[in-house]
């Protein structure tokens, strides 16, 4: 069984940045792509970043391109994304993901419960 668990959320001013990270318990880390998600305050679930096994590629949802890196330490079993740039609009809950496959495709496998992002105008 894998096991996900995210930290480094809290509060930070808008302009701000946060670096979230992901630690990957109960299988080779090194064969799952991983995401990043997140759920603003009463809306969906939406994607944040995803990176495939190696880590050599990356995707971004719209919203955050430019602003946000999604990277990983296979050896470390971590996976993070550093925000930069924080916007109020970027306030939610994020939640790491890890897919059974070496190539991102959104469709997580494992998720982990989230911590919270707030960013004040």
């Known amino acids: 069984q894998v096991q996900l668990v995210e930290s480094g959320g809290g509060l930070v001013q808008a302009g701000g940045s946060l670096r979230l990270s992901c630690a990957v318990s109960?299988?080779?880390?090194?064969?799952?792509?991983m995401g990043w998600f997140r759920q603003p305050p009463g809306k969906e679930r939406e994607f944040v970043a995803g990176?495939?096994?190696?880590?050599?590629?990356?995707y971004y949802g719209d919203s955050v391109k430019g602003r946000f890196i999604i990277s990983r330490d296979n050896e470390k079993s971590t996976a993070f994304l550093q925000m930069n740039s924080l916007k109020p609009e970027d306030t939610g809950v994020y939640y790491c993901?890890?897919?059974?496959?070496?190539?991102?495709?959104?469709?997580?496998?494992?998720w982990g419960k989230g911590t919270l992002v707030t960013v004040s105008s």
């Open positions: 993901a890890a897919e059974g496959r070496r190539s991102y495709s959104g469709r997580m496998d494992y």
């Open positions: 109960g299988r080779t880390f090194d064969s799952y792509a």
């Open positions: 990176i495939s096994a190696s880590g050599r590629s990356t």
